[in-house]
């Protein structure tokens, strides 16, 4: 793994905000983030765990900030590399991929809808 492509992150640093446009998934090599949507903490990412693919897959704006809790350590993964790894793949994973992003979003997207009824 060629260590210049690596970005370093402090504490309460942003990787990415919500709303922003998102062209990089981010796999975690060391540290801890946050997840957060509307200000909030939802969730949290260990390392080894990859964030911001739905962004980069459908095309559309960050749904959610990423937040670092701990120094930490990312692997950015940008279109064109996602590509060149779905290209050695068997085409029905390009697909898989794909339709389990559109149908996630999908989730979120109700879920927020339900949320903003209560």
Do not use: H, W
């Not at 370093?8 to 942003?14: A, C, R, T, V």
């Not at 922003?20 to 939802?42: C, T």
């Not at 991929?97 to 149908?103: F, H, I, M």
């Amino acid at each position: 793994m060629d260590d210049k492509l690596k970005q370093k992150f402090l504490p309460d640093e942003y990787i990415f905000k919500q709303g922003e446009k998102g062209n990089k998934a981010y796999l975690l090599l060391d540290g801890r983030v946050a997840i957060e949507v509307d200000g909030k903490k939802v969730s949290e990412i260990s390392e080894m765990e990859i964030f911001g693919e739905m962004s980069l897959i459908l095309n559309k704006p960050r749904t959610a900030s990423v937040r670092v809790l701990r120094p930490s350590i990312v692997l950015p993964v940008d279109e064109k590399i996602l590509g060149d790894l779905l290209d050695k793949s068997p085409p029905i994973v390009k697909s898989m991929v794909k339709q389990l992003s559109y149908r996630l979003a999908q989730c979120d997207s109700e879920i927020k809808s339900l949320k903003n009824k209560n």
